[in-house]
């Protein structure tokens, strides 16, 4: 039985991201043992958070630009509220005031019909002010005897801890959301085409909303659990983080025109990622050349991608001509 194109699509990147971790466990030790393998996991967390989202903001045709801004921020309010409320109820108090202004972002693109890239430049400006004005311009620490109070974050169970666990339940919940309901279809039927979308009956609002709201959230979250881990919050911190997770995006099949992606083709591209960057880390490149490799591989699926787009194509041009004949 043949495979279908998106499960195809899908081996091929996973194979992708066994055969980058190959390479670099080959040159590497640290690579096969627990501990490496937990410091790959926690040090794919936040990107993977981001990048859930974000994913979900391409896949329904939008952009959300602002997460960095909005991990920043939740950071900084999370530390701030952790000495009096404790780590769990920071966290999901401010993972739940992200995803609230997640979805009054999504709620102005949606009823002002702005382009989102242009609107999420402007709140990811700012955020990051209202960020600085939080913080007081200056690093926001966790008093020195409280500090106790984020041990359980250094946990671990064989390579995984709160954090990486974090990002795996975030991750089977978004894909469930986003392949198991109607609301999660909405959103792969509205970046697929909304003329055809709209006509169908499907609302446009709707998987918007919800596409900033979770992009926001899993932002927030993603910056409560790095800023408390490490018991301090930057106002300039995650302005990178972008970046990256639209790069694994973009390497997981994520389409930018909507319409097409997958969670776990974004899990591959983060991972292949990952291991990339950590793989040349390891190896004590420089900085540059973990940019240039990252750059790379992303040109290098891109032109992939676009070959056998067209090689597909001329294919079934040739099939039609054959049978017309």
Do not use: H
Not at 170 to 196: D, H, M
């Amino acid at each position: 039985m043949m495979a279908s194109p998106q499960a195809r699509d899908l081996l091929a990147r996973a194979a992708l991201m066994v055969a980058v971790y190959a390479i670099f466990a080959a040159m590497l030790p640290t690579y096969t043992s627990l501990k490496g393998g937990a410091a790959l996991l926690d040090g794919a967390v936040l990107t993977g958070l981001i990048a859930l989202g974000v994913g979900l903001t391409m896949i329904a045709g939008e952009m959300d630009l602002s997460v960095g801004s909005m991990a920043a921020l939740c950071g900084v309010i999370a530390v701030k509220l952790a000495p009096s409320a404790g780590p769990m109820p920071a966290i999901l108090a401010v993972a739940a005031f992200a995803a609230g202004l997640g979805a009054l972002q999504g709620l102005a693109i949606a009823w002002l019909r702005i382009n989102s890239m242009i609107f999420t430049i402007g709140t990811l400006i700012g955020l990051r002010g209202i960020t600085l004005i939080a913080s007081g311009e200056t690093t926001v620490l966790i008093p020195f005897d409280r500090l106790a109070m984020t041990d359980g974050f250094a946990a671990r169970f064989l390579v995984f801890s709160p954090l990486s666990l974090t990002l795996l339940a975030a991750a089977l919940a978004v894909g469930l959301f986003a392949n198991r309901t109607l609301w999660g279809r909405e959103l792969y039927a509205i970046g697929g085409g909304r003329a055809e979308a709209r006509a169908a009956g499907v609302s446009i609002r709707r998987p918007i909303v919800l596409a900033f709201a979770l992009s926001a959230g899993l932002a927030g979250l993603g910056g409560a659990l790095l800023s408390l881990r490490s018991g301090s919050a930057s106002p300039l911190g995650f302005e990178a983080v972008l970046l990256e997770a639209v790069a694994a995006c973009l390497i997981g099949g994520v389409a930018l025109q909507g319409g097409r992606g997958s969670i776990p083709g974004i899990l591959c591209g983060l991972f292949a990622l990952r291991f990339l960057i950590s793989g040349i880390g390891g190896m004590g490149a420089p900085f540059w050349a973990q940019s240039l490799a990252t750059g790379a591989l992303l040109i290098i699926v891109i032109v992939v991608e676009a070959l056998s787009r067209a090689i597909v194509a001329r294919r079934a041009l040739a099939r039609r001509g054959a049978s017309a004949t």
